[in-house]
C-alpha cells in the first residue's frame, strides 16, 4: 500500500512509519512548518499548510491509505482561552480541510484513519464505557467529536472513515509515561490524588499495531484504542513502582499539579476518569500484545 501520514515526526506517527516501511509499504509523510526540516528517508513527502488551507494534490494521487495524526499539543503549555481555540482549530480545520481534498480526487484513498482520543467521554468516574457510550460535555469532549464530524467529506465521498479513540499511549521515550518515570526511578512516585480515576492506557506498540489493524480491516467509525484492562491511577502507581524496584508512597497533591498546569488542564488530564473497553478490536479479533499493564511496562522497561 501507499499510505500518508500526517503527524509522521511525533511519537505515534514515526513508528508507525517505521512499522509499516519494514512491512514493505510505501509511507508519504506530509510535511509542513518545522516538519519540513526533519530527517526523513522518504522518497515522497506531501507539502501542507493546514491553517492556510493549502494542501499539495499532486502527491495525493495513488494513496491507498492516509492516516491522519496532526493536532496541537494538548498539554504543551496552560490552557488559555487562545491555547485551547488553537488545540480545537489544529484538528478540525486540518481534518476539514484533508477530508474535502481527498473527497474530491479522482480516484480517493479506499480509507482515512483519522484521529481522535478517549477525552470523547468526559470524566465518567467507575462507568465502564466503549464505542457505543454518549460523548461528555467538556473542553475536550467537545474537541473530540468536532474532530471526528470533520471528516464528513470522505465519509460522504464513500471514503472508509475511522477513529481511533487513543487513550494514554506508553513508550519509554515519550509521552505521558517518560515524564513519570523520573520521579518514580528516584523513589519520589505515587498517586494522584485520592488515585481512583481510570487510565485507560494502550503500549506504543499495540497502539501501532491497531493502527495498521484498521488500514486493512473492514472497521469504520469510531474505535477504542486502549488495552483490554484499565487500571485505577493507585494501581498504575503501584504497579509502575513494583517493575522499577521503587518504592511508591508519595501522594502528589492536587493543589501542586493545579499550580504547575493550571486548574482546567490539570483536572482534565490527571483527574479525569475513563474506564474505557476496546470492544470493537476486540470483537474484531484484534491480538493485544500487551493486554495487562505489569506485561507492558515490563516489556518497556526491561
Not at 475536550?140 to 464513500?158: I, R, S, Y
Amino acid at each position: 500500500m501507499r499510505v500518508g501520514i500526517t503527524g509522521a515526526s511525533g511519537l505515534v506517527g514515526k513508528s508507525l512509519a517505521a512499522r509499516l516501511t519494514a512491512d514493505g509499504h510505501d509511507v508519504i509523510p506530509f510535511l509542513r512548518g518545522p516538519d519540513n526540516a526533519v530527517d526523513t528517508s522518504a522518497s515522497e513527502t506531501v507539502s501542507w499548510t493546514p491553517d492556510a488551507g493549502q494542501l499539495d494534490l499532486t502527491g495525493l494521487r495513488g494513496l491507498d491509505a492516509v492516516v491522519h495524526l496532526a493536532g496541537q499539543p494538548i498539554a504543551s503549555r496552560r490552557w488559555s482561552k487562545e491555547q485551547k481555540e488553537r488545540i480545537l482549530n489544529s484538528r478540525v480545520n486540518g481534518t476539514q480541510l484533508l477530508s474535502e481534498v481527498l473527497a474530491g480526487l479522482t480516484t480517493p484513498p479506499d480509507v482515512m484513519v483519522s484521529a481522535s482520543a478517549i477525552g470523547v467521554y468526559g470524566n465518567r468516574g467507575d462507568t465502564l464505557l466503549d464505542e457505543t457510550s454518549s460523548p461528555g460535555d467538556d473542553f475536550l469532549a467537545e474537541v473530540c467529536e468536532q474532530w471526528e464530524a470533520a471528516t464528513a467529506p470522505a465519509k460522504e465521498a464513500g471514503i472508509r472513515v475511522c477513529h481511533p479513540r487513543t487513550g494514554i499511549v506508553l513508550a519509554e521515550h515519550g509521552g505521558a509515561l517518560a515524564k513519570m518515570l523520573v520521579p518514580f526511578k528516584f523513589g519520589l512516585g505515587g498517586k494522584i490524588g485520592n488515585g481512583r480515576q481510570w487510565m485507560s492506557w494502550i503500549s506504543l506498540q499495540d497502539e501501532v499495531s491497531a493502527l495498521c489493524w484498521l488500514l486493512t480491516s473492514d472497521t469504520h467509525g469510531p474505535v477504542n484504542l486502549t488495552a483490554p484492562n484499565p487500571v485505577t491511577n493507585s494501581e498504575f502507581a503501584k504497579t509502575l513502582a513494583q517493575v522499577l524496584k521503587r518504592p511508591a508512597f508519595l501522594p502528589t497533591p492536587k493543589m501542586a499539579l493545579s499550580a504547575l498546569w493550571g486548574r482546567e488542564l490539570a483536572e482534565a488530564l490527571l483527574y479525569s476518569s475513563a474506564r474505557v473497553k476496546p470492544s470493537v478490536l476486540q470483537e474484531g479479533g484484534f491480538q493485544f500484545d500487551h493486554p495487562d499493564l505489569q506485561t507492558a511496562l515490563e516489556a518497556l522497561l526491561a
